[in-house]
Nanobody, 117 residues
Framework: EVQLVESGGGLVQPGGSLRLSCAASGFTFSSYAMSWVRQAPGKGLEWVANINSGGGSTSYADSVKGRFTISRDNANNMVYLQMNSLKPEDTAVYLC??????????WGQGTQVTVSS
């Protein structure tokens, strides 16, 4: 059974930091690029960050560039999103996506991040 389980979300003050984790199972994790995507209340999905299968190449949305860092640990089937200098507009449900040939193949249920005073 394919599973992507996000964790690490919660309530944080503006300017704070949070690290999200995504645990993958049921597929060859190291063969897939991974992305973090988020959905704010009442809005559609917004792509946040991407990392290639080997972890040597990353990319970010302009809105998070310089603040967020995506990483992965293929030995443990994990992908992470380190979020620093958080802003209220970062409030959203964050989901991890497993991608193959630029298509989303698997996705998780998401973890809630709330940035508020």
């Amino acid at each position: 059974e394919v599973q992507l389980v996000e964790s690490g979300g919660g309530l944080v003050q503006p300017g704070g930091s949070l690290r999200l984790s995504c645990a993958a199972s049921g597929f060859t994790f190291s063969s897939y690029a991974m992305s973090w995507v988020r959905q704010a209340p009442g809005k559609g999905l917004e792509w946040v960050a991407n990392i290639n299968s080997g972890g040597g190449s990353t990319s970010y949305a302009d809105s998070v560039k310089g603040r967020f860092t995506i990483s992965r640990d293929n030995a443990n089937n994990m992908v992470y999103l380190q979020m620093n200098s958080l802003k209220p507009e970062d409030t959203a449900v964050y989901l991890c996506h497993a991608n193959w040939n630029f298509k989303v193949r698997y996705w998780g249920q998401g973890t809630q991040v709330t940035v508020s005073s």
